[in-house]
Each structure stands twice: as structure tokens, then as C-alpha cells.
């Protein structure tokens, strides 16, 4: 009998914790970006986007610094998905990133970037222009 009830106990325990890590998980929702990108040893970007969260359409602003090797310019369209944010503002952030690439005339980007919120960007798209780099790069991303 006592087994039972400890066992009874410790499902209701269970299903609980269950319910309670559910009803906090993060959402997540759609980001277009446009980036402009120019540079000679030093680079610097910068760029606008949309965020759809939630049904709602929030119009976002880039900016950013490359250091190492950046020759060229280009443009750079972005889509994908964000996810683990609770509000719109989680999106905006610092995203940090090393990377290399090559791009002439057009070709395609895949990248994935995390923010100190934790919001974490899974984009892709196409690069149109003369750029070749191998730097570190940040991006911040804004509110408008």
C-alpha cells in the first residue's frame, strides 16, 4: 500500500515537472535580412530585416565589423528561422562569428548564430558581388 502511494506521488511529481517545462519552452518565428558588406582589411556591414513572431511583423536593423582578411563588397539576402526567444526584443543582440568565403557574382550563405540571450539564427540565402574574407565578423541586430 505505502509503495502505491509513493508511486502514485511521484507520477503526479513527474507529469507536473512535464507540464511545467512545456509552458516554459521558448518560441520562435521568421527572419529576413538584407546585408550590405564592404571592406578592406577592416569591413563593415550593415543592413535591415524582418521579424515574424507570433503573427506580428517587426522591422529590424544591422550593423556590424569584420577584422582579418575582407576584400570587395556584396549583398547578402538572408532567410531562415530564430528560435528560443520568449519576446520580439530577444532577437536583438551581438552574434559573434569566424568564417571564411568567396564570392563572385552570385552564391550561396548558410550560417547559424547565437546572441547572449540565446536566440539562436539559422539562415541562408544567396551573396551577390566581389567579397573574399577569412575574419571575424559581429553582428548586432536592433529593434526598430
Known amino acids: 500500500m505505502k509503495i502505491a502511494s509513493t508511486l ?4 503526479v511529481a513527474i507529469a507536473a515537472l ?6 516554459a519552452q521558448a518560441d520562435g518565428g521568421t527572419v529576413v535580412l538584407t546585408i550590405y558588406k564592404a571592406g578592406w582589411i577592416i569591413g563593415g556591414s550593415g543592413g535591415s ?10 522591422a529590424l536593423s544591422t550593423g ?3 577584422y582579418g582578411l575582407v576584400f570587395g563588397g556584396s549583398k547578402t539576402v538572408l532567410r531562415g528561422r530564430v528560435s528560443n526567444i520568449n519576446r520580439p526584443s530577444d532577437v536583438a543582440g551581438v552574434y559573434g562569428a569566424a568564417g ?7 552564391g550561396a550563405r548558410a550560417i ?4 547572449q540571450k540565446g536566440a539562436v539564427l539559422e539562415l541562408s540565402g544567396t551573396q ?3 567579397m573574399a ?3 571575424l565578423s559581429g553582428l548586432a541586430i536592433t529593434m526598430r
Not at 512535464?18 to 509552458?23: D, P, V
Not at 571564411?100 to 552570385?106: F, I, N, Q
Not at 547559424?112 to 546572441?115: A, G, I, R
Request: no cysteine; glycine share 18%.
Open 8 to 11: 502514485r506521488a511521484a507520477l
Open 49 to 58: 530585416g524582418v521579424l515574424n513572431f507570433r503573427g506580428r511583423s517587426y
Open 128 to 130: 551577390v558581388g566581389l
Open 64 to 66: 556590424g565589423l569584420d
Open 112 to 115: 547559424v548564430l547565437t546572441n
Open 18 to 23: 512535464a507540464g511545467l517545462s512545456t509552458a
Open 133 to 135: 574574407n577569412a575574419d
Open 100 to 106: 571564411a568565403g568567396l564570392a563572385v557574382g552570385a
